[in-house]
């Protein structure tokens, strides 16, 4: 059992850490569709180069690690109880070694365990099997995503797309409707599995299962093969594009799934995951609890390095957007001179602010001078030295919509310049940049290693008490670059394209599936 404890922190760490092939080739297939100089191009140079970082450093790809979910199958006889133990003991592990951010939170009081254990966290889900040996799988998939899940109950009415009836072309056009709604907050482009049938929580159970798959595999059902060959062909003719930046691709990979169920239920359920789809398996020898084989890892090696060294001579010879370098704290006269598409580089302090944060500081002072100051919607790795000293292990950005409701007013109220996130903010939000003189810089979200790379010094921390991801962190930053999504001038890239990909939406109305 000491060694299938040590099987499963190796598969806890590379899951966390390096990406699967078939993920990888995906990615190069979405690069090479994309237009050089565009904003969906510099992203996925981002991207690359983030995946390159995590595997030379054995860093998270991603800051949010998620929930780690388990799928493991196992001879008859094979002690699940003792096995569980393990599980847990390298999750808490992984967690010391800042593999994995701390994410189990109690729902109630808001108090983070700190070692990702807690009720219901980890999900480990076993099956028997008549096979000799354990294939054992993990999924982190990040909060960002995981919000942008939808669940439909047909008959429905869609926008776009009309009333979608209880036949396969309604499921189609639910699933098209699946990418259209999660634009760029999911950290697009991305990968769905789909789920139609069951009840709701089989639904979604049945979803998420299908991620599992192979991004390259063939459904074996000829109805779900076309179906996905459709929506494969289709979806990236939404034009919501990387970071839902505009672009050529918007979704890399669908695999849909079939369960039966009751006449008056009938619900197609989608799991939406994110470029950084950290998922990987192993075979482990019964008796010795040792690896035997990797999952996932089959085909191609895709080598980052020369790409990114490639993109970056590219880069330097091209005119592309224009290009602006902030020191914080920033004034008004700075910001109203910036435009939407302008890509900015920051040097100087940012401060780090969640969802505990904005409703803190809806309520009180601030723990620090906020005046022209720049919040990054961020909960970082964090790890702490033998001297007491913490070091940024992964700092990407967090999804920004959560903060709607408080983040226009903090603004005012404190005299914050700049915003940093993804996937952009609301009307609410867009009025009070255009009123108090801000903007909204979208950065490119799972890069994580990126920016931990831009953030050179900790300099302290406030509200500790939160937890690590919910913390303020004063953060001081070199080459932080991200781009203007949203002006003081009422400009939002975040409603343009939401506008245009729904108009692009309607085309898929008329049935193809009869």
């Not at 979803?207 to 459904?219: G, P, T, Y």
């Not at 003189?437 to 939160?466: P, R, T």
Request: aromatic fraction near 6%; include cysteine; glycine fraction near 10%.
């Amino acid at each position: 059992m000491e060694q299938f404890k040590k099987s499963m922190y190796d598969l806890i760490v590379e899951t966390s850490t390096k990406l699967p092939k078939d993920v990888r080739r995906a990615i190069v297939k979405a690069k090479a569709r994309e237009n050089a100089g565009t904003r969906a191009a510099m992203s996925l140079d981002t991207i690359t180069n983030n995946i390159k970082m995590a595997d030379e450093n054995v860093s998270p790809i991603c800051q949010d690690t998620g929930l780690p979910t388990f799928k493991i199958k196992v001879p008859v006889g094979a002690n699940q109880i003792e096995m569980k133990k393990a599980i847990y003991e390298a999750i808490a592990e992984a967690t010391k070694n800042s593999k994995l951010r701390p994410n189990s939170v109690d729902s109630i009081t808001g108090e983070n365990t700190g070692d990702n254990l807690g009720l219901g966290t980890p999900v480990i889900k076993f099956e028997q099997w008549e096979n000799d040996y354990i294939d054992a799988r993990l999924i982190l998939k990040g909060g960002g995503c995981e919000n942008k899940n939808i669940q439909y109950s047909l008959p429905a009415e869609l926008d776009g797309l009309g009333r979608a009836g209880r036949d396969l072309d309604g499921i189609r056009k639910c699933i098209m409707h699946s990418v259209y709604q999660a634009q760029g907050q999911g950290c697009s482009a991305g990968f769905i599995g789909v789920g139609i049938g069951g009840d709701r929580t089989s639904g979604y159970e049945l979803a998420k299962e299908q991620l599992f798959r192979n991004n390259d595999d063939v459904n074996e059902n000829e109805d779900l093969r076309k179906l996905e060959e459709y929506v494969m062909d289709n979806a990236n003719e939404l034009g919501i594009g990387t970071m839902g930046f505009g672009g050529e691709t918007t979704l890399l990979g669908c695999k849909i799934g079939v369960i039966n169920r009751i006449p008056a239920s009938f619900f197609v359920s989608v799991a939406y995951n994110c470029w950084a789809f950290r998922r990987l398996g192993v075979k482990i020898d019964a008796s010795t609890g040792s690896i035997n084989e990797w999952l996932y890892m089959e085909g191609e090696e895709i080598d980052f390095t020369e790409q990114v060294e490639k993109e970056a001579a590219k880069l330097e010879s091209e005119n592309g957007p224009k290009h602006v370098t902030l020191q914080a704290p920033i004034s008004e006269e700075e910001i109203r001179q910036l435009n939407v598409g302008d890509v900015v580089t920051i040097n100087g302090m940012m401060y780090t602010g969640r969802d505990a944060i904005h409703k803190h500081l809806s309520d009180h002072d601030a723990p620090v001078n906020l005046d022209g100051q720049i919040i990054y919607h961020c909960g970082p790795v964090m790890m702490k030295d033998e001297a007491g000293k913490y070091h940024v292990k992964a700092a990407g950005p967090t999804t920004s919509i959560r903060e709607e409701p408080y983040q226009g007013d903090i603004m005012k109220k404190f005299g914050i310049r700049a915003v940093i996130g993804k996937g952009g903010m609301g009307p609410k939000t867009l009025a009070a940049l255009k009123e108090h003189g801000g903007i909204y810089l979208n950065a490119i979200g799972g890069a994580a290693q990126y920016y931990a790379d831009c953030i050179k010094s900790v300099e302290g921390v406030d509200l500790m008490e939160f937890g690590i991801p919910e913390a303020m962190w004063h953060l001081k930053v070199e080459g932080f670059t991200a781009v203007v999504t949203m002006d003081s001038h009422g400009n939002s890239l975040h409603e343009d394209v939401n506008k245009s990909s729904l108009e692009k939406l309607a085309k898929f109305k008329d049935p193809v599936f009869k």
